[in-house]
């Protein structure tokens, strides 16, 4: 291990290059794209370093910090290595660049380099060498990066300088008690381990000095895989530190019960095609917004997200539903493997301006956010598709069937305005025709009928509102869309709404996914009667009008539903 950069160029081959424009990738694609993000955290690596020399700080030096992390890294590389390429090790360099370019804010900035010795003295704990580091401790507590959190007893509060001492794996971590004395605890930290280890986790109580990093399990085919469930570690977010959150004991057993279901979803089909997920490639999961198991999880993710710094690990508010938890999954690394295909290549020319229409987003995009959507939903469509293609009975069949044919018609719109708008580069515009070729030979592929026509509906009822939304009737000189100084963020509740058929319809909205657009029509222009300019009612009069007429003049209200004047009255 090196922060030195090679002369040696790091070229991608061909064919994985056209594995991955696919949507999908076989485990050598993938493999191939975390050693390129391996070479980018080093190349980062390097220059955080230059960048800290100098630094005044009371805890060991960056430099001192590096050196026993890259002796541990000589005598145990792979635990070390794993260690450095951790998707929260990533955020934390990048977090920390952004602080000394004076990008971001936070504490002083010797206190987030910290994390550096932070890393040192866990590669000394696995590499069993005797070193001794001036650390940083928040509230008497220093996270040992992939292993967990070590708790001095009556420690004073606050950001303060301990002493971490380690000798053959064990640690002795010492700090300043409040009556200005020394306070001190020697454990050997549980051998929890980074991506790709195994687990030996120790159980403990929340009042112990030792809190092990908790790990999801499951049986893969090489045997048993473990992933970090990240509620302790500073750098697991994808922007600022956060504090410990760690979920208890009943969260933390739902958690495994459900991702051990979520893997049984995913794992039926196998193959390397879009949708397809080993999730031994998944690096870690940080749970969102809760730590107990009340109140009871919704169905859906209302929460996930992923970070480019951070490759393999995302987000998630866990929902109680296992189908939702694989999906989210697959969308996740497919934003990972986006990230990790931009840190290798100019893929377009994006003036960030945002602009674009995005189906699955309430706000306006430029072209690298509709490229990552374009990617990701991909993936989505395949996931589905595999669940039409093992459904077993009608039911799970219409489900699989209105989310493929919603998402292959979503990701296909949106590959075409890429396409359209000449800004890929050779190597973006092999990408997006690759996504191009995989969505194409997914239109031509059979759905069950009522499901696609909801998709249909649901696809038209989203860009029509989005476009009541965001865009304004254009003024006399002004050319493309003109957007809306009002405009505010407002809820997609259709997509899931639509995603089965109402057996007893009451709204307006139930009425047009049960397939009445006459009923729909007639309660929309109720609700239009009292607030005509209202975008929901709106939109949904204007789909169940075109519904009822596919006329020429139904279609131009769909296309630009923000020059409809005057409003309609029924």
Known sequence: MTSEPTSAPFRMPARLLAELATGGGSEQAVAFLERAERARRLLLLRTLLARLEGLATPLTLPAEAWRVLKESAALVPEPVDRLLLAPATGGWIAHLLRRVHGTADGPPVWVEAGHLCALAVTAAVHAGTVTDLRVPLTDGQLYLPGLGLARLPDSVPGLTVGRAHTSGGELTLTGTAPDGGATSLTIRPSAAPLPGGTARPAPVH????????RTLTHSGPAGPVTIPLDDLGPYRDLDDPLPPARLDAAEAATWQRLFEAAVAVLSPPGGTGPGRLDPAMIRA??????TSTSPPAPPTVRVSASSGDSFGAMVIARPSSPLALAETLVHEFQHSKMAALLHLFPLLDDDREERYYAPWRPDPRHLTGLLHGAYAFTGVAGFWRDRLAVARDDRSADLAGYHFALRRLQSRLVVRTLLAEGRLTPQGRALVSGLAGTLDGWLREPVPSAALTRARTAAALHRTEWRLRNVAPPSPGTGGPRFRPDRTSWPDVRTDAFASR?????????????????????RYAGQLAADPAEPHALAGWIVARAVLDPGRATRRM?????????????
């Open 502 to 522: 109402p057996a007893v319809p009451h709204t307006a909205d139930e009425h047009l996914a049960a397939g009445d657009a006459a009923a729909a029509l007639a």
């Open 558 to 570: 769909l296309a630009r539903p923000e020059l409809l004047q005057p409003l309609p009255s029924g």
């Open 206 to 213: 929340t009042a112990s000095p030792w809190l092990p990093l």
């Open 285 to 290: 999961i940080v749970p969102w917004g809760r």
